[in-house]
């Protein structure tokens, strides 16, 4: 459903209602957190964000998809060497190497990059599907299959949709 930042709560509520006893799963799209959008986040079955141009409601979108914990390594190395050759050889090295190893705790969508996704993307967020990642990010460019580097469709056989069977199989 898109638009929903404009749905007023009470008329979520019956679709939520509705949608649950039909056994159909919701998907709403955000382009905007502001009125209703930010307490209906995560009330469908998977969440839709779009470009959000607005700092606080970017921090918003980010604080719904959430944080995770990462490890970062930082590592440099030092070598230093010298040499003397004439009849007899003298070579001195010296070598130093540190390595530490970092555990942070940040977004995993920063707020920044909802602000800057280009028009035609967005992030599917779905916690639902055990299949797939829980944040995905989806590019719905109408133009992309002309773009240099895109897959040929052959490629994505394992993506196809089998053709549905008569029902009487």
Same mark, same amino acid.
């Given at each position: 459903?898109?638009?929903?930042?404009?749905?007023?709560?009470?008329?979520?509520?019956?679709?939520?209602?509705?949608?649950?006893?039909?056994?159909?799963?919701? !998907?709403? %799209?955000?382009?905007?957190?502001?009125?209703?959008?930010? +307490?209906? *986040?995560?009330?469908?079955?998977? #969440?839709? /964000?779009?470009?959000?141009?607005?700092?606080?409601?970017?921090?918003?979108?980010?604080?719904?998809?959430?944080?995770?914990?990462?490890?970062?390594?930082?590592?440099?190395?030092?070598?230093?060497?010298?040499?003397?050759?004439?009849?007899?050889?003298?070579?001195?090295?010296?070598?130093?190497?540190?390595? !530490?190893? %970092?555990?942070?705790?940040?977004?995993?969508?920063?707020? +920044?990059? *909802?602000?800057?996704?280009?028009? #035609?993307? /967005?992030?599917?967020?779905?916690?639902?599907?055990?299949?797939?990642?829980?944040?995905?990010?989806?590019?719905?460019?109408?133009?992309?299959?002309?773009?240099?580097?895109?897959?040929?469709?052959?490629?994505?056989?394992?993506?196809?949709?089998?053709?549905?069977?008569?029902?009487?199989?």
């Amino acid at each position: 459903m898109a638009g929903v930042e404009m749905v007023p709560a009470a008329h979520l509520d019956s679709l939520d209602r509705a949608a649950k006893a039909a056994g159909i799963r919701l !998907v709403y %799209l955000f382009r905007q957190l502001g009125g209703e959008g930010e +307490r209906s *986040l995560g009330r469908a079955g998977a #969440t839709i /964000l779009m470009r959000m141009g607005n700092p606080v409601e970017a921090e918003l979108a980010a604080r719904f998809i959430g944080r995770e914990h990462r490890f970062v390594m930082h590592q440099y190395s030092v070598t230093a060497g010298s040499g003397t050759s004439r009849s007899s050889a003298a070579t001195e090295t010296a070598s130093r190497r540190k390595s !530490v190893n %970092l555990r942070v705790y940040e977004f995993t969508v920063e707020p +920044r990059e *909802l602000q800057q996704l280009p028009e #035609t993307a /967005l992030y599917l967020v779905d916690p639902q599907d055990p299949h797939a990642p829980p944040v995905r990010l989806v590019d719905c460019n109408p133009w992309m299959y002309d773009l240099p580097l895109v897959a040929p469709p052959d490629f994505l056989h394992w993506a196809r949709v089998p053709e549905p069977r008569p029902l009487d199989q």
